[in-house]
Nanobody, 122 residues
Framework: VQLQASGGGLVQAGGSLRLSCAAS????????MGWFRQAPGGERKFVAF????????NYADSVKGRFTISRDNARNTVLLQMNSLKPEDTAVYYC????????????????WGQGTLVTVSS
């Protein structure tokens, strides 16, 4: 499977962006999916997780109440709606397909998109 993340850009603090992760090659409808982010010089960190059906979601404490993960299985796509953005949200955002293990660990994911850059100015 190939994952293509898009929707990043430059936005002022308090603004919104919607990231999209489009899968190709095969369906991801039966896979749990996650979003991670990596700030310059930092580690890749968990942002959000969604089960294959979309019935359950989880978020990092730092984005809870501001970000919403969802999926459109008919379009083979996973979305991340980001509201009330802060400068500390600046990072490259990656979508990934879950494989096994704790869902907050990057090691639990086996396929990754190329990342999309989100820059939040103060």
């Amino acid at each position: 499977v190939q994952l293509q993340a898009s929707g990043g850009g430059l936005v002022q603090a308090g603004g919104s962006l919607r990231l999209s992760c489009a899968a190709s090659g095969r369906t991801v409808n039966r896979y749990h999916m996650g979003w991670f982010r990596q700030a310059p010089g930092g580690e890749r960190k968990f942002v959000a997780f969604i089960t294959w059906s979309g019935s359950s979601t989880n978020y990092a404490d730092s984005v809870k109440g501001r970000f919403t993960i969802s999926r459109d299985n008919a379009r083979n796509t996973v979305l991340l709606q980001m509201n009330s953005l802060k400068p500390e949200d600046t990072a490259v955002y990656y979508c990934a397909q879950y494989y096994s293990g704790g869902f907050t660990s990057p090691l639990s994911y086996d396929y990754w998109g190329q990342g999309t850059l989100v820059t939040v100015s103060s």
